[in-house]
């Protein structure tokens, strides 16, 4: 393969009881080598996770999933959902699709719900890298399952498009969003318009229900739960993300595994690099 040839992603869905799971994918399955599941932060979908579908598509089979409620996933019913839930999903999902055992990789939100899926089945991952973990105190746990995932009311005047950009966009200049003065302000700045539009629209798309993972990634015990984790695992953070505080605090948690800091994937060099870190640990099980 021409190692400068775009790698192609390809799209499909699967059913599962509560609907249909969309997925991206790229790389072809090739016997005695496991596939990469993928899954992704909250909000949006897997369309933020191309970059890494690309790079290690290059190489391996690689699959990742826009949980339920989000993306162009079936959407959650009732009020609340927890994230053994949506890991249970996403294991029933990759049943159906014909993975055995696979390597696992999640951010942010998807980092709690891949660490569910470790503690389920962990005869089936081969090694895990949690990219992103928020390890909140009661009181900040408190005050973001009160405030940071907005409830979007749709209306005729489409004030829900006015809210859900606000929102997208100040995630990306403060932490927490809705606190905006100095002291909050995030380092990274904007992404390029395409970027944040595209987020948006993924957004956009689950109004009605992203609010009910990321809650529920929000309100997910780390602190009982990270410890039963019996796999090979990473703990890492990009040194730019607002979670970063935290990877110091995770490591305590789980003393088995390696704790390291990536440099993210917004350049073509960092992509690379971050890559060949994640792509280390994975080898390192064979």
Sequence with gaps: MNDQAPVRIRRGFVDVDEGQIHYREAGQRTP????LVLIHASPGSALTLEPLLRAFGRFRHVIATDTLGNGDSSPLLGETVKVAQLADAHLRALDALGIGRFDLYGTHTGASIASEIAIAQPQRVRALVLDGIGLYAEDEQAELLAHYVPRVEIDQNGSQIHLLWTFVRDAY??????????AHRRPTGLPGADALHDKFVEVLKAARSFHLPYRAALGHDKRARLPLLAVPTLLTCAGDDMLHQYLEALGRLVPQARCVTHGGTASTEALAQTVDLFQRHFAAQD
């Design 32 to 35: 005695g080598v496991p596939t």
């Design 173 to 182: 200049l403060f932490w927490p969003w809705y606190r905006k003065d100095a």
